[in-house]
């Protein structure tokens, strides 16, 4: 019983969170903030980390982050526009 309950405690989170990044990916789809194109940081590609957005060049304070992220696992995150 106890590992059953340890195995939804970790699993209920995790899905909840992937939701909440769909949402938000969904926003940002349709809303740009700015007037630049507003930049997600991604892990691998496909795991939606951050947004960036609000700053007069969205694509440059992204590409600083990754490049300190990518210190530590390089080549593991990447920016990719969240709308255009």
Same mark, same amino acid.
């Given at each position: #019983?106890?590992?059953?309950?340890? $195995? ?12 909440d990044a769909e949402v938000?990916?969904? @926003?940002?789809?349709?809303? %740009? $903030?700015? !007037?630049?194109?507003?930049?997600g940081v991604f892990k691998?590609?496909?795991? !939606? ?5 609000? @700053? ?8 600083? $982050? $990754?490049? #300190?992220?990518? %210190? ?5 995150y990447s920016c990719k526009?969240?709308?255009?």
């Amino acid at each position: #019983m106890r590992d059953t309950l340890l $195995i939804i405690g970790l699993i209920w989170p995790a899905t909840t969170f992937a939701a909440d990044a769909e949402v938000l990916k969904s @926003f940002f789809h349709e809303n %740009k $903030i700015g !007037y630049s194109a507003d930049y997600g940081v991604f892990k691998k590609g496909k795991d !939606y980390i951050i947004s960036v957005h609000g @700053f007069d060049k969205d694509l440059d304070v992204c590409l600083e $982050i $990754i490049e #300190m992220l990518n %210190k530590k696992q390089s080549n593991t995150y990447s920016c990719k526009p969240l709308n255009h």
